[in-house]
């Protein structure tokens, strides 16, 4: 029962504020934001649930390629059981990882897409929401301490798309933890032209703002991140995120693109125990 409750309570809230953000304000592993250093507590053994929650907010374009920005609400609610091998995330969905390796993850996950509202800017006018719909994924992280690897790939109703980081993360002191990084996202033809395509029955519904594009497969974006994570104590935390994305093929040259680049923003306060 408290896993059920767990996980519709993160569905929910993803699809309440966070199914439409395009950053993610926690990075890399779930329930990454666990502190370390001799001033902070070791973290629960096996066998044992851990939660973080809070919230924070996003500035960020209002669509991928808006002109426009908009300031978004972020929830926070995570949960790890096992160490960490079962993950309950309103970012990341639902997933299990079967490394027992502390620098390694690979495993499986249940995530809602991406959803896109045709309200969020006037010139998504004419194109129709995007709903949410369940994604399967896998994903494959590495630490090469200072260095990691991120990897993950992702299929639903939209299309199948994957992404691919990787960066530096080093300690600044026993409260503070840094991470520069770039990222790499492809889309496949049908997620492509699901959010960058556009059908002469919305080009016509755009009166005719919008011509008439069929996005195809390929590099959708690239992107610098930077991350600060600070440790207040064994139970508060703050997490503030930099991130800067170039839009690339099809979704740099589609007709719902107005602003190719953009940087985006996020800074979020947690409580985990």
Request: proline content about 5%; cysteine-free; charged content about 15%.
């Amino acid at each position: 029962m408290r896993i059920a409750i767990l996980i519709l309570a993160a569905l929910a809230s993803r699809y309440a504020f966070g199914a439409d953000i395009d950053t993610q304000p926690i990075p890399d592993l779930p329930l990454s934001n666990s502190p370390s250093g001799p001033a902070i507590a070791k973290a629960e053994p096996a066998g044992k649930w851990r939660f973080s929650l809070g919230g924070g907010a996003s500035y960020a374009p209002s669509y991928e390629g808006a002109a426009k920005d908009r300031l978004r609400f972020v929830p926070l609610l995570e949960a790890s059981y096992n160490d960490g091998h079962f993950f309950i995330s309103a970012l990341r969905g639902v997933g299990y990882n079967f490394s027992e390796e502390k620098d390694m993850q690979y495993g499986v996950r249940l995530a809602l897409s991406h959803r896109r509202k045709q309200s969020a800017d006037p010139h998504l006018n004419g194109m129709g929401d995007i709903g949410f719909t369940p994604e399967a994924g896998l994903f494959l992280n590495r630490r090469f301490a200072p260095w990691y690897v991120s990897s993950g790939i992702t299929t639903g109703n939209h299309g199948s798309h994957a992404e691919l980081g990787g960066g530096i993360a080093f300690p600044l002191s026993a409260s503070d933890r840094v991470r520069f990084g770039i990222n790499l996202n492809w889309g496949d033809a049908r997620y492509s032209q699901t959010y960058f395509g556009v059908t002469a029955a919305q080009a016509a519904a755009s009166n005719n703002v919008l011509t008439a594009y069929n996005a195809s497969s390929g590099i959708k974006d690239y992107a610098l991140t930077a991350n600060w994570l600070h440790n207040y104590d064994k139970a508060w935390f703050s997490n503030a995120g930099l991130s800067y994305k170039w839009l690339s093929g099809s979704a740099r040259l589609s007709p719902l693109t107005q602003r190719s680049a953009a940087g985006s923003m996020n800074f979020l306060v947690g409580y985990r125990f």
